[in-house]
């Protein structure tokens, strides 16, 4: 195997990819960026491309992509949703970091798995929308997760029996509301909802995380990256983000994985696996770091949380219905048109509307979000 590692990175204008990119741009002798794909944001894509030079692009939005195409004169621009999931299956890719944003990453996931690539995995929805699709497709190492929770799991797994793993401990920020009443929520500004108090993240994740929607969209997705039944999968909250994850084994011993509140971290982790390259980021330094704070979730407050776990217990097409119903009212809280708390509101809502079938096939899982986007605006 080369010691360069050939890389796609689908979603490379957003939070994950932009970081990818950096690290790929410190380690230029074991990293080479093959392809990149974006949604819309045409000028970033461009820049990034005129740096990389990769072997191809794509654009999911058709006018982006023609913008990007005349400012690329020479290069292989595609265009439309088909052209990004087409880059998953890259001939002169090693590795897909599927970093879209959304249930549109599911296809792009498919498409790698099904290509025999390794993949790793930062868009988290395509595990909770069509997560035994998705697991079915797998081979043993196949995936790597880029979460910092799921990365720090799968390294507390290195090296055990999986039938000695008890308990996962999937640790949580609590965002920037920690601590605070439903009757607060209900009048916090965006701006309020997207200053976090740890992680630079996108404006949906960061969202998610003040909801504590993310930490159940996590429990669902380490049920399946992991194997593990939602019984054995708690969340506890640790703002000092410093502990990632844990791993409880059956003799009672803990792993628990820490570092430093730094994307690239588990981003170049999953580049370089199974090796370690030198650190981006400086070490933690224990001497200064004070106390590691941990407290259980206040699910009345968050109620997304507790709608989520319900949701991944159930199974089905209820997690695609409950992600599309989410996507459609975090998008509205962000435009102004509703309040945080209305976003599980309109989770539950299109939930309880919902009668859940057996999870099959990709196209169903479509047209189940469709269906949940469409009562998601109705309900708003």
């Known amino acids: 195997m080369s010691d360069i590692v050939r890389v796609a990175i689908l979603g490379s204008t957003g939070s994950i990819g932009r970081q990818a990119l950096d690290v790929a741009e410190r380690a230029p ?13 045409h000028r970033t894509l461009t820049t990034q491309a005129t740096q990389f030079r990769p072997a191809a ?100 797994f290195l090296g055990e029996d999986a039938r000695d793993v008890a308990r996962i401990w999937l640790t949580a920020s609590g ?5 605070r009443d439903r009757s607060y929520l209900a009048d916090v500004s965006v701006e309020q909802a997207l200053s976090h108090p740890t992680w630079a993240m996108g404006p949906k994740i960061t969202i998610d995380s003040a909801t504590l929607m993310n930490k159940g969209l996590e429990a669902i997705e380490a049920h399946h990256l992991f194997a593990i039944d939602y019984d054995r999968i708690s969340v506890v909250v640790h703002p000092q983000s410093c502990v990632h994850s844990m791993v409880e084994f059956s003799d009672g011993s803990v792993k628990a994985h820490l570092g430093a509140t730094d994307m690239r971290i588990p981003i170049q982790y999953a580049f370089s696996h199974p090796r370690r390259w030198s650190s981006l980021v400086g070490p933690v330094d224990f001497t200064t770091l004070g106390s590691l704070d941990f407290e259980p979730p206040d699910l009345e407050t968050f109620r997304c949380l507790a709608l989520a776990l319900a949701a991944g217990r159930e199974g089905g097409t209820l997690p695609a ?15 102004g048109e509703c309040s945080l708390v209305d976003i599980d509101r309109v989770v539950e809502t299109v939930m309880s509307a919902h009668d859940t079938e057996r999870l099959e096939s990709v196209e169903q899982v479509e047209t189940v979000d469709r269906w949940a986007r469409s009562m998601a605006s109705d309900a708003l």
């Open 29 to 41: 002798e074991r990293v080479r960026v093959v392809a990149l794909a974006a949604n819309s944001d």
């Open 57 to 156: 692009v794509a654009l999911a939005n058709e006018d982006a992509a023609r913008i990007a195409a005349e400012a690329l004169p020479g290069m292989d621009v595609g265009s439309g949703p088909g052209a990004v999931e087409a880059l998953a299956s890259h001939p002169e890719v090693d590795l897909v970091l599927n970093a879209l944003v959304g249930a549109s990453g599911l296809r792009a996931t498919v498409a790698a798995l099904a290509s025999g690539k390794r993949l790793a995995l930062a868009n988290k929805e395509s595990l909770v929308v069509g997560g035994e699709l998705v697991t079915a497709l797998a081979r043993p190492g196949s995936i790597l997760p880029v979460d910092s929770e799921h990365s720090a799991i799968f390294q507390c």
């Open 321 to 335: 219905v409950m992600n599309a119903a989410n996507e459609v009212a975090v998008a509205a809280f962000l435009g």
């Open 175 to 179: 965002g920037p509301f920690r601590g």
